[in-house]
């Protein structure tokens, strides 16, 4: 599917990608949803987040805080309090760390916990999109807070690109398996 340019693609692409992406987990059993990565998943490829998931938990809690920094940052700018999508100290060029705070934070996060964690940050996403315009969302300018980008593609990328990206990861998973 075509990366959102409107709010109804969105709306639509973010949800399919999730039920696609809980269908591929419900094929899985609770053991094999259990089971630890692969060690050869951890050197295939050369981005941070092979070696930093471990397991189906990670790459859910992973889900779950970014929806959480979208949400954060639209609240807080939407309410007049200017605050970048990153947290400080972290940018761009350092939100790996990040993540790999986020992965530490879970440790102690059941999978169950970490299922119905990221169901209710997909479901509150999916509100906090549906309170804003097709223009606020998609057209550069319209909400000053954003920048060069727009609110959309944050969306975009915290939903749908988010959810390719895990199910990539669980595929892999799954390979491994067999």
């Known amino acids: 599917m075509a990366r959102a340019t ?22 899985m059993s609770e053991e094999q949803q259990a089971t630890p990565f692969a ?3 951890t050197t295939s490829g050369k981005e941070t987040h092979w070696r930093r998931d471990k397991n189906l938990r990670d790459v ?3 889900l779950y805080e970014w929806h959480n920094l979208l949400l954060n940052w639209v609240q807080a700018n939407s309410n007049g309090v200017p605050k970048p999508f990153l947290p400080e100290p972290y940018n761009w060029r ?3 760390a ?14 169950e916990e970490a299922k119905e964690n990221l169901k209710a940050s997909h479901n509150a996403v999916m509100a906090l999109i549906e309170n ?22 944050y ?3 915290v939903t749908a690109s988010h959810y390719d ?14």
Do not use: R
């Open 60 to 62: 859910l809690v992973h």
């Open 6 to 27: 409107t709010k109804a693609d969105l709306m639509t692409s973010a949800n399919q990608q999730f039920v696609k992406m809980w269908e591929l987990i419900d094929s």
């Open 165 to 178: 990206w895990a199910m990539k990861k669980i595929k892999k998973h799954i390979k491994y398996l067999k």
């Open 155 to 157: 969306c975009v990328s």
């Open 132 to 153: 804003y315009s097709n223009d606020e969302l998609f057209a550069k300018g319209s909400l000053p807070w954003t920048g060069t980008s727009t609110l959309g593609a």
């Open 39 to 41: 060690v050869e998943m």
């Open 94 to 96: 350092t939100y790996p």
């Open 98 to 111: 990040l993540n790999v705070e986020f992965w530490k934070k879970h440790q102690n996060t059941s999978l």
